[in-house]
């Protein structure tokens, strides 16, 4: 009885794991690192480390409140002005264009590549 108990409780654990995710239907594949509120509180920037194309990203130490969050190999930064992507893990795309880079950029992310989504 107990083991049965355990073992649906990991199943539903499992399978609300897996459902968070969404399948990947670009062929440019990103994990995504974390989510940023865009500048004039128009949607949120998508901070990925893509990982089918290394060129797209450069390598990279991300700083979250003034701490060190990590160093990664292929960091993006997407625009996302409607937050579709909230709440997902990995980010799939094909097709993308060029974001110029913000007066107010912090110096430290001023390498990184901005893209928005368009496919």
């Given at each position: ?26 062929h440019i ?9 865009a ?49 997902r893990r ?5 097709e ?5 880079k913000?007066?107010?950029?912090d ?13």
């Open positions: 009885m107990r083991a049965t108990f355990f073992i649906g409780l990991f199943s539903l654990l499992l399978l609300s794991l897996t459902s968070c995710s969404d399948p990947c239907t670009g594949e990103s994990n995504v690192l974390y989510f940023k509120e500048p004039d509180h128009q949607g949120q920037l998508v901070y990925a480390n893509v990982l089918n194309k290394p060129d797209l990203g450069v390598q990279q130490t991300l700083m979250r409140e003034d701490k060190e969050y990590g160093t990664f190999p292929h960091v993006i930064i997407i625009a996302d002005p409607q937050m579709k992507l909230k709440g990995t980010v799939c795309f094909d993308f264009t060029a974001q110029a913000p007066a107010d950029i110096l430290r992310e001023e390498n990184i590549p901005r893209i928005k989504i368009t496919k």
